[in-house]
């Protein structure tokens, strides 16, 4: 577990952009459980998520066409949520950074990290919008 000090940056970034931060699985639950499109990212230290998967998350929004529901775990950190969006995330096998996509609780879109690992943000941003085109 990292210590709330040195993610708190991290965490700050998509709060920021207008992401919701999970805590417990039942938040995750919650956050699921509601009508339309929900845009989850398991946020890292790493980093592709500090050069890759927050600013490509944060670009991809910026659209007219966008999820309704905006929210985030921390890998390392928040377990019991993060455990609670991965068993969602299945069949995919963990991963973080990561980002999912749900449509009324179902899984429609995912990034794993060999998706965003030495890929430029603009790049997961783009995929991002044609998923959001597609589900949104």
């Known amino acids: 577990m990292y210590p709330e000090e040195m993610v708190s940056p991290m965490r700050a970034e998509l709060a920021q952009a207008g992401?919701?931060?999970l805590y417990s699985a039942g938040a995750v639950e919650n956050?699921?459980?509601?009508?339309?499109?929900t845009l989850v990212v398991?946020?890292?230290?790493?980093?592709?998520a500090a050069r890759n998967a927050r600013p490509g998350v944060t670009q991809s929004i910026a659209g007219a066409k966008k999820p309704d529901h905006l929210v985030t775990v921390f890998a390392g950190v928040d377990k019991e949520a993060?455990?609670?969006?991965?068993?969602?995330?299945?069949?995919?096998?963990p991963s973080s950074p990561s980002i999912a996509l749900?449509?009324?609780?179902?899984?429609?879109?995912m990034l794993e990290r060999h998706h965003i690992e030495g890929r430029p943000a603009e790049i997961i941003a783009e995929n991002l919008k044609d998923a959001y085109s597609e589900y949104c």
């Open 19 to 21: 992401f919701e931060e």
């Open 31 to 37: 956050a699921l459980s509601k009508p339309g499109t």
């Open 42 to 48: 398991v946020n890292s230290v790493c980093g592709c």
């Open 82 to 93: 993060v455990d609670a969006a991965r068993e969602k995330m299945f069949p995919f096998p």
């Open 102 to 109: 749900f449509k009324d609780g179902e899984l429609v879109h």
